[in-house]
């Protein structure tokens, strides 16, 4: 089943054959031993992936769902949770809070850079937080997080550390198991299906670490039911047993997605994103494009690009869809300002290429001069490790 377009949002990423193979198959009936197995290969591949010694959770949702489930399990009504926000999607705890009764401060970024260490040491000294929820990279900005600068930190004051991994995940490091300093460790990750792992939209992942399990334990009941953790882990335990219906389907190509992730090698996978994103701004920077982040703080699974002067926003993005390409407009104050472009999960670098070709010609249309030849050769220079 061939993309018949280039898809290249932040997210919904395109889909491999072998992956719409796989979420093709027949239909089994979510107890039947085929699925029971399919379901622990999953759950495997996931611990192996986050490197961590606690429990996985495999639920048919979105990465909000994920968002919801990293947050109610583990904080209660009236206890406080500090957002760390770099662009629009850090927002949204704040709103999922306000749900559940929990008491929100937030340090907010200028969009397209990252939140001050000052700062975030300064609200953890004089308020203490159960949790801190940090966007591994924000979809709407292409800013990653310093995680190895903020999770030290925010353990250090008694914090649990949630990360959001939705834009991250298989593209970056999320290590568990990894210790920032001190014994400092992630805490829980969530994340959704549809980005860096390189399946359709559906599934929410979340990984609790030990002590986040801890964390719910002494919760005692929680205002959710099916977004309670204790709901499900008897059946990550076992899947034969039932709570409620699986996605039978999106596991079967979930599985083959892990087993891609691991084939590529999370150490390649993560040098190959990183290179590509790199690639992709400095070829589209010859283009007269400028990135919205820094490449110091720029992520490498997304970038937001402004606009030269007199580049209409919709224009531009229609000229691109007419010949098969689809990018993403910006959001907020940066609505027709700036566009985003995805490049992560099982991409290939020539569909990259073939994007900044037809970025360049849907520019000169609108009577900006440029070398598009100039702005490929750059490209090719970066990816010259990440060919195919």
Known sequence: MPNKELL?????????DEIYAALGSETYGHTDPRVVQCTLECLALTRQMFNTDGE???VAGSGTLAMEMALVNTVAPGERILVL???????RFIKLAASFGIEVDVIASEWGRRVARADVEAKLKTTRYKAVTITHVDTSTGVEADLATLVPLCKKYGA?????????TAALPEDMGYDYGDGARLDVVLTGSQKAIGIPPGLAIVAFSQEALAARSALGKVSA???DIFNWLPIMKDPSKYFATPAVN????????LEIIHAEGLTARYARHRRLGIAVRKALSALNLQPLADEAVAAPTLSCLLYPQNVDDVTFRKSLAAKGLVVAGSLASLAGKAFRL???GNIETSELRRAIGLIGKALVKQGQVLD???????FDDYTIFCQE
């Open 225 to 227: 039911y099916y977004a």
């Open 8 to 16: 290249l949002i932040p997210g919904p990423t395109p889909v491999v």
């Open 160 to 168: 649990l550390v949630i990360l959001d991994g939705v834009c991250a």
């Open 342 to 344: 995805g490049h992560m």
């Open 56 to 58: 996985i959770f495999l």
């Open 372 to 378: 598009i030849e100039a702005a490929l050769a750059i």
């Open 85 to 91: 926000s770099q662009g629009f999607f850090g927002d």
């Open 250 to 257: 999106m596991l079967y190509a979930y599985r083959r997605a």
